[in-house]
Structure formats: structure tokens, C-alpha cells
């Protein structure tokens, strides 16, 4: 069976950092795109990044760029979101997701539960 | 503000059919496959339609995906109690290096 659980969530002050990870299990991790999905309180999904197989191709949503990174360890069957310099607007649940991803096609096939991050002082 | 248009909510009588429409661009539903997601109260998101049209195994063919030009439509048949949820669309948008959209969300009420 297909597992995603998310963890590292929590309260942060503005300015601050945190780090988020994904541990996978049921599937061959390392054949998988993967990204972090976010869902602010009482609003919609938005995509936060993804990365390829290898780690070598990754994407950010403009707002976080320069901000976040995200990684993943293989090895380890893990996915990370680095999130520094954080926002009150930062605030959500973040969900990894197993992905699909080819020509002109790309979808999130798989999610976890989520981990929230909340940004106040 | 979403890049993809949905309406906010839609509703139907139990036994009914609704259609949810998702609305983009050129960038993003004019040149990629759409997917769409049910996300019950309380629950993670789930994949309803992939590449346009399809079903993943396990979702009824009550739920049907179609796509037109820049626009996508989710429809759904034979409306059950059960299918209450919010519904996003969603989709690669190629503009600014490449990242991923989601619609603003549909509410589907079951009256």
C-alpha cells in the first residue's frame, strides 16, 4: 500500500525556518516526481514545488522562490521542503504527493495527510 | 486569484447531474491535460480524472472529464449524498518557467 507521511510541521514566528519531511513507502520511490501542496485555512490547493526522479529538475511556485527548497533523498525514501524566511501567508497544511509526469501531462496520483505550518508571533 | 476559473459552488438534487467547468489559457489547459480532485470534509484531496478523461481504477464512471480549446468540464451523474466535497481542476501552466495551477475550488451540494 501506497504511504505518504508528512511530519516537521508546526508554529513558527514570521522570519523564521522550518523543515518538512515526506517519508514514502509501498512504491519505488526513486522512480517518481513528487511535489508539496499546500492548503492555507478554509481555502484552496496550490502547488508549492516539485522534483524530478534524480533531483535535478525541480519548480517553484513564484511566491516561494528563493525561499523554499525542496530535496529528497532516495536512499532514505524521502521528501524535504526547506522553508526559510517565512510569511504569515505561509500558513497551511503542506501535503506531499506522489506524481505522474509526462508529455503535455502531469497530475498528483498519490497524497498525504498533511503536516501544518503555522506562521505567527 | 486562481489562474484556472471555477464557479464556487453548484448543486443538484440527489439522483441529479452537475457539471463543474474550469476555465484557463493558452499556457496552461490550451496546451496540457487536465486532472481534476475530490476533496471530502476533513479528508486529503483525491485524483477523479487524469489526462483529461480518464478514471483512475476505483472512481465511478458516474464522473466524466472532458476538455474543449482552454476550457474543461467535470461532470457528475446519478448525484449521491456521498459525492458532497469540493472539486479543483488542475493542470501545468507553461508560462514563467514552467509550475503547476489549480482552480479556485467548486463546492458540489447534494439538496
Known amino acids: 500500500e501506497v504511504q505518504l507521511v508528512e511530519s516537521g510541521g508546526g508554529l513558527v514566528q514570521p522570519g523564521g525556518s522550518l523543515r518538512l519531511s515526506c517519508g514514502a513507502s509501498?512504491?519505488?520511490?526513486?522512480?517518481?516526481?513528487m511535489s508539496w501542496v499546500r492548503q492555507a485555512p478554509g481555502k484552496g490547493l496550490e502547488w508549492v514545488a516539485n522534483i524530478n526522479e534524480d533531483g535535478r529538475a525541480i519548480y517553484y511556485l513564484g511566491s516561494v522562490k528563493g525561499r523554499f527548497t525542496i530535496s529528497r533523498d532516495n536512499a532514505k525514501n524521502s521528501l524535504f521542503l526547506q522553508m526559510n524566511s517565512l510569511r504569515a501567508e505561509d500558513t497551511a497544511k503542506y501535503s506531499c504527493?506522489?506524481?505522474?509526469?509526462?508529455?503535455?501531462?502531469?497530475?498528483?496520483?498519490?497524497w498525504g495527510q498533511g503536516t501544518l505550518v503555522t506562521v505567527s508571533s | 486569484q486562481s489562474v484556472l476559473t471555477q464557479p464556487p459552488s453548484v448543486s443538484a438534487a440527489a439522483g441529479q447531474k452537475v457539471t463543474i467547468s474550469c476555465s484557463g489559457s493558452?499556457?496552461?489547459?490550451?496546451?496540457?491535460?487536465v486532472s481534476w480532485y475530490q476533496q471530502l470534509p476533513g479528508t486529503a484531496p483525491k485524483l477523479l480524472i487524469y489526462?483529461?478523461?480518464k478514471r483512475p481504477s476505483g472512481i465511478p464512471d458516474r464522473f466524466s472529464g472532458s476538455k474543449s480549446g482552454t476550457s474543461a468540464t467535470l461532470g457528475i451523474t446519478g448525484l449521491q449524498t456521498g459525492d458532497e466535497a469540493d472539486y479543483y481542476c488542475g493542470t501545468w501552466d507553461d508560462s514563467l518557467g514552467g509550475h503547476y495551477v489549480f482552480g479556485s475550488g467548486t463546492k458540489v451540494t447534494v439538496l
Open positions: 493558452s499556457s496552461n489547459i490550451g496546451n496540457n491535460y
Open positions: 489526462d483529461n478523461d
Open positions: 509501498g512504491f519505488a520511490f526513486r522512480s517518481y516526481w
Open positions: 504527493t506522489r506524481d505522474v509526469q509526462g508529455r503535455y501531462k502531469y497530475h498528483f496520483e498519490k
